[in-house]
């Protein structure tokens, strides 16, 4: 099984990684690195089960063919940075809801049928 993980350099992502190789999966990782770090990455880039795909989830297209062959996709990238969002709503609107239908527009594409979302903390709202 090949699973597709979005956002696989942030801190939850890369350790998703690391325990999915641990279990012996094949893992694709797609990651813009605007947050993520590749430092997070260090012991998965030396393992032949992993390919980092460096991409946008705004590019549909290359979206595409990065996941072509995956079975599974954990969906974990987004902008985690709530005030980045108020103050720049645009980018956030993207980021977040326009990247979450590309990974499903691309999973529909590729046949794929299982996606685990973790959403954000956000929907929780102020105490």
């Known amino acids: 099984m090949t699973y597709f993980v979005t956002g696989c350099a942030g801190f939850i992502g890369s350790n998703l990684v690391d325990r999915l190789l641990r279990d012996g999966y094949s893992v694709v990782g797609y990651d813009n690195l605007s947050t993520g770090q590749l430092e997070f990455l260090g012991e998965a880039l030396k393992s032949p089960r992993f390919n980092l795909v460096h991409g946008d989830l705004l590019d549909l297209s290359a979206l595409t063919k990065a996941m072509q062959g995956c079975d599974f996709v954990f969906h974990l990238a987004a902008n985690a ?33 299982r996606i685990a979302f973790s959403s954000t903390g956000s929907v929780y709202g102020e105490p």
């Open 81 to 113: 940075d709530v005030r980045f969002g108020v103050e720049h709503p645009r980018v956030d609107l993207e980021q977040n809801t326009i990247a979450t239908y590309n990974v499903l527009e691309t999973m529909r594409i590729n046949g794929i049928k």
